[in-house]
Structures are given as C-alpha cells and as structure tokens.
C-alpha cells in the first residue's frame, strides 16, 4: 500500500511586523544576485518620524537647555512648552515653528529666522535677538523683558499684550507690528522704524525713542510719561488720548497728528492744531 499523501498544510513562518507592511520584491540581476528591495503598501499609513538635530530630539515639550543649535534647519518644528534655556540658536531658520509657552530664556538668537512662527506665551527674557528676523511672527503675550534686539526685523510682528521692559530694541524695524496694549516702559527704541504700528493703549514710560520714526502710527491710548522723543517723526499719528506728560519733545515732528482735549501734553507745550480732525470718527 502506497504511504498517504500528507495533506496538512505546513505551519506558516512568524510574521514580522515588516512582513506584515510590506512585501518583498527581489528582482534578478544578470549576474543572478537577487536584489531585495521594500515595497509597501498601497493603503498603509506611516508613523511620522521624529526630527533630530545634531544627537538632540525636537519635539513638543523636550528638554534642550543649553544645546548647541547653530545654523540648523528646523523650519515648521514643534517646539511647543519646551525648555530651550541657554540654547545657541543663532543663525538657524524656525520659520513657521510651533514655540507656543516655550522657554527661552537667556537663548542666543543672532540673526535667527522666526518669520512666521508662534510664540505667543514664550518667555524670551534676556534672550538675545540682535538682527534676527521675527517677521509676521505671533508673539502675543510673550515675555521679553530685557531681550536684545537691535535691528531685529519685526514687520508685521503681533506683540499684543507683550511685556517687553527694558528690551534694547535700537534700529529694530517694527513697520505694521501690533503692540496693542503692550508693556515697553524703559525700553531703548533708538532710531527705530515704526512706521504704521498699531500701539493703541501701549505702556511706553521712561521709554527712548529718540530718533524714532513713527509716521501714520496708532499711538491712542498709549502712556508716553516720561518717554525721551527728540527728534521723533510723529507726523500723521493718532495721539487721541495718549499721556505725554513730562516726556522730552525737542525737535518731535507732528505735522498732521491726530489729537483731542483727552491728549495730555506736557507743561508748557503748545501743540500744533490737529488739522481739523479733532472730531474723527
């Protein structure tokens, strides 16, 4: 009697979790090495992979005190309630970056790129922003106390509710920036551009704006006691409301200006007429 055929079908290999993703193509070559490459599928769905920089992983919420980050692309990372303090970020581009509630204390940004990234609720005290480029940047409600940021570009930067006391920004460009209601008491604004910022209700006392141009500017509202404005163009500014009392207005241009009873000058001063729009709607 011939043996039976075995008719169980053989137990299958385990399968791994890339045997399960993908299938495995192994062409000939015409030496008859066979070459394997991966194929995946159609439909499946890739975990995103984390971003790494220089041995330190970026990502919501790390630990990156005091690394060195220098001239590193980390355009559109996600840096949100991390702890960057003391980081050297200088020369690196975080253009559109997510830094919402991140600390960076103390950072070194030297020409960094922060043009359209949010930071609102980011503590830069101290930080160190000379010439970087925060351009249409959210830094609304952020802390900037004591930062450094001569010529910094802060275009059509939104610093709403953005404390900023005795931040250093000489020669910043702050053409279109928002400072509604922001804190810049004796901050050194020195020859900066201001052309066109909206800083309705804005605490400016003891601030050095000499130098200054703010043409076309939103200043209503706005606290100026004790500000130093010689030589400022203020022409074609809103002032309605605004305190300038005891501030120093040697040379001020204010050709234009928007002003009403409710504008408080200092002893002595004699503005000029507010050119027939003292009642603007």
Do not use: Y
Not at 107 to 118: G, L, M
Not at 218 to 234: E, F, K, P
Request: net charge negative; proline share 3%; glycine share 12%.
């Amino acid at each position: 009697m011939s043996p039976r055929p075995n008719t169980m079908a053989a137990k299958p290999a385990n399968k791994t979790v890339t045997d399960e993703c993908c299938r495995t193509v192994e062409p000939a070559t015409t030496s008859g090495a066979r070459n394997k490459r991966q194929v995946a599928w159609p439909n499946l769905q890739l975990v995103k992979e984390t971003m790494w920089v220089r041995g330190h992983e970026v990502t919501a919420g790390v630990d990156l005190a005091g690394a060195d980050l220098t001239d590193c692309n980390l355009r559109s990372a996600d840096l949100s309630e991390s702890w960057l303090g003391g980081a050297v970020l200088s020369g690196s581009d975080l253009s559109g970056a997510r830094l919402v509630g991140a600390d960076l204390r103390h950072t070194i940004c030297r020409s960094t790129i922060f043009a359209d990234a949010d930071l609102h609720h980011a503590n830069l005290w101290n930080a160190d922003l000379t010439e970087a480029d925060l351009g249409g940047a959210v830094l609304s409600r952020s802390w900037l106390g004591n930062a450094r940021m001569g010529s910094a570009d802060l275009r059509s930067t939104e610093l709403g509710g953005a404390w900023l006391t005795g931040a250093d920004l000489t020669c910043a460009d702050l053409g279109a920036a928002s400072l509604a209601g922001s804190c810049l008491s004796r901050t050194c604004m020195l020859e900066a551009d201001m052309t066109g910022v909206f800083a309705g209700g804005a605490d400016l006392r003891s601030a050095i704006l000499n130098g200054a141009i703010i043409r076309a500017a939103n200043l209503s509202g706005s606290i100026l006691r004790g500000a130093s404005l010689i030589g400022v163009d203020l022409s074609l500014t809103d002032l309605v409301g605004a305190d300038l009392t005891g501030a120093q207005l040697e040379g001020v241009v204010l050709d234009g200006i928007r002003h009403d009873a409710t504008t408080r000058w200092p002893d002595g001063f004699a503005p000029p007429s507010s050119g027939g729009l003292d009642n603007h709607d």
